[in-house]
């Protein structure tokens, strides 16, 4: 039986590219832990995020290609991730990795919905991941999340996030009266913003989604003037006029150098209960044209359906209530999007600037 060497599978696992990339797994430095003894080789994958949509047709052509070598007898390939950040230095919220602004141009596109979705569809694939509601005046986190009737704990000055599904969530409505209105000027709504980003534990994340108030005001000058972003999504509905403001968001967001991940178009078709079939009440193609307009991918489309309402309303985020259904893979597809996205942002190695505005 002839010797298996180091060289012989490292030239064998160079004909896997990463299709974002554009290298092959051993230059990226993929390949860890390798071992060879007896015709058995082990070795380990280590992806950019344990999101990535391409990690089972690595282990498959990795085994392939490497059980083709004369005197393997058997090939054992181990999956892990190591998410990578963009920003050099020290961030702006020690342990965070990466940020991700969810936007819309207004109010009512299921920005909220399509924010809770996205982060536990994280958390799913193994990411650490968090949830900050910046929404101060109407935060809906908590209920969606299903922790609405708890209040996180607060440790030498500094609040506990409280955590279900797996994400580790912060809402400026676990702290007030669920009945209160707030009536705060802009000053006030920047200052808790930033106690919300910096007085948290939120430990080590590999993903902070922040589910962003409608518009293009306070809240979000003050995430760009704060805290390095690593990028945002914005999400509409086909409707012409639900488009034009989130047109305003995109342009928004590249002003204050922003990369913008992408789009996500809610309510894309009604989804009959009783027959199933697909109506476009708000139009449709308003996120095509305008993701062809700004160069910006759509990530996905979601329906509007009654079970993706039902469980937000009811606390049961419909990725994880509904995990099979055309719905829940919708998210998480996008899931999968954001993280490939941010992998190949990451990849760059260009630091996110945090803006200074006057």
């Given at each position: 039986?002839?010797d298996?060497?180091?060289e012989q599978v490292l030239?064998a696992l160079?004909?896997?590219i990463?299709?974002?990339?554009?290298?092959?797994?051993v230059?990226?430095?993929?390949?860890k832990?390798?071992s060879?003894?007896?015709?058995?080789v082990?070795?380990?994958?280590?992806?950019?995020t344990?999101?990535?949509?391409v990690?089972?047709?690595?282990r498959?052509q990795?085994?392939e290609?490497?059980?083709a070598i004369?005197g393997?007898?058997?090939v054992?390939?181990?999956?892990t991730?190591?998410?990578q950040?963009?920003k050099?230095?020290?961030?702006?919220?020690?342990g965070?990795?990466?940020?991700?602004?969810?936007?819309?141009?207004k109010?009512?596109?299921?920005?909220s919905?399509?924010?809770v979705n996205?982060?536990?569809?994280l958390?799913q694939?193994?990411?650490?991941?968090?949830l900050?509601?910046?929404?101060?005046?109407?935060?809906?986190?908590p209920?969606?999340?299903?922790?609405?009737?708890?209040?996180?704990e607060?440790?030498e000055?500094t609040?506990?996030?409280?955590?279900?599904y797996?994400?580790r969530?912060?809402s400026i409505?676990f702290l007030?009266d669920?009945?209160?209105a707030?009536?705060?000027?802009?000053?006030?709504?920047?200052g808790?913003?930033?106690?919300?980003l910096?007085?948290?534990?939120?430990?080590?994340?590999?993903y902070?989604v922040?589910?962003?108030?409608?518009?293009?005001?306070?809240?979000q000058?003050?995430?760009a003037?704060k805290?390095?972003?690593?990028g945002?999504v914005?999400?509409?509905?086909?409707?012409?006029?639900a488009?034009a403001?989130?047109?305003?968001g995109?342009?928004?967001?590249?002003?204050v150098n922003?990369p913008?991940l992408?789009?996500v178009?809610n309510?894309?078709?009604f989804?009959?209960?009783?027959c199933?079939e697909?109506?476009?009440?708000f139009d449709e193609g308003?996120?095509d044209?305008?993701?062809?307009?700004?160069?910006?991918?759509?990530?996905a489309?979601?329906?509007?359906d009654?079970?993706?309402?039902?469980?937000?309303?009811?606390?049961t985020?419909?990725?994880a209530?509904l995990?099979?259904?055309?719905q829940?893979?919708?998210?998480s597809?996008?899931?999968g999007?954001?993280?490939r996205?941010?992998?190949?942002?990451n990849?760059?190695?260009?630091?996110?600037?945090?803006?200074?505005?006057?």
């Open positions: 039986m002839s298996v060497s180091q030239k160079s004909n896997i990463d299709p974002d990339l554009g290298k092959d797994i230059t990226l430095g993929f390949v832990d390798l060879i003894e007896s015709g058995r082990s070795f380990t994958i280590e992806l950019t344990p999101a990535c949509p990690k089972e047709q690595f498959q990795a085994t290609l490497v059980g004369a393997v007898q058997d054992h390939v181990n999956i991730s190591q998410v950040s963009g050099s230095g020290v961030t702006a919220i020690p965070i990795k990466n940020i991700i602004a969810v936007a819309s141009g109010g009512g596109v299921g920005k919905t399509t924010a996205l982060a536990v569809a958390a694939t193994g990411a650490r991941t968090g900050l509601d910046a929404d101060i005046y109407g935060p809906s986190i209920s969606m999340m299903g922790l609405a009737d708890k209040e996180p607060l440790r000055k609040l506990i996030p409280l955590e279900n797996g994400v969530t912060i409505g007030i669920e009945d209160q707030v009536i705060w000027r802009g000053p006030m709504v920047a808790a913003l930033t106690q919300l910096n007085d948290v534990a939120w430990g080590d994340l590999d902070l922040i589910d962003m108030p409608p518009g293009t005001g306070d809240a000058l003050t995430l003037q805290v390095p972003v690593t945002a914005i999400v509409t509905t086909p409707q012409d006029i488009v403001d989130a047109r305003k995109i342009a928004m967001f590249q002003k922003v913008v992408g789009l178009e309510m894309s078709v989804v009959c209960p009783h199933g697909q109506s476009h009440i308003g996120a044209r305008l993701g062809e307009k700004y160069n910006t991918e759509v990530l489309r979601i329906p509007l009654i079970k993706i309402r039902e469980n937000s309303d009811g606390g985020p419909i990725v209530s995990p099979d259904s055309d829940a893979k919708a998210y597809e996008m899931a999007e954001v993280a996205k941010i992998s190949v942002l990849s760059r190695k260009v630091e996110i600037p945090i803006v200074q505005m006057g």
